[in-house]
């Protein structure tokens, strides 16, 4: 499946262009792009024993200030796991309100993508060309907190796929 990595790379090189596009177009609207590392654990919240796992990978996104303290904006993600889960990748819309002049609080909804590696779940050898993977709706809550004046960001985040799924993640932002 290499699908996944070029949409993971699509993400963070749109999330890189919007700014430039914006300022070559002589616009004088503020964006906030950021890219990361993260790391987390998904429940797959199955009654299966083993439907966990650790995850790693990265994100990147642009928030756009409207007004003083609310903002809205897009990320995208992509991580490795292991265990049960093969890989994962999704976009999100955020808004939230910024605290202080470093730190964020939002709300995102997407979707996400999970490919799961049945094969080591189920202990057979699954056929080539099987579709082993399954995607829904993303909703979540964070945090984004600055480290003094520094361009370093803290994250932490709690997310649901269609209420099914758990996935804690925490990890490292630069925020541009």
């Known amino acids: 499946m290499k699908t996944p990595h070029f949409a993971a ?3 963070f090189a749109a999330s890189l262009a919007v700014p430039s596009v914006a300022h070559a177009q002589g616009e004088e609207q503020t964006v906030e792009p950021f890219v990361g590392a993260s790391v987390g654990y998904h429940d797959i919240g199955t009654d299966i024993p083993d439907d966990d796992g650790v995850i790693y990978g990265v994100v ?9 303290t609310f903002f ?6 992509f991580h490795f796991g292991d265990n049960i889960i093969d890989n994962e990748y999704g976009i999100a819309a955020r808004a939230g309100i910024r605290v202080g002049n470093k730190s964020k609080l939002y709300v995102k909804g997407g979707y ?9 779940l189920a202990g ?3 056929p ?4 082993t993977s399954e995607g829904d709706y993303l909703l979540g809550i964070g945090a984004d907190i600055g480290v003094g004046e520094s361009p370093l960001k803290i994250r932490v985040g709690l997310d649901t796929i269609a209420f099914d799924s758990t996935r804690v ?3 490292v932002l630069y925020a541009f």
């Open 124 to 126: 057979v050898t699954v």
């Open 128 to 131: 080539a060309g099987t579709d």
């Open 9 to 11: 790379l699509g993400i």
């Open 169 to 171: 993640t925490g990890g």
């Open 60 to 68: 990147a996104g642009v928030d756009v200030p409207v007004g003083e």
């Open 72 to 77: 809205v904006g897009a990320e995208g993600n």
């Open 112 to 120: 996400q993508e999970v490919d799961f590696d049945l094969g080591a």
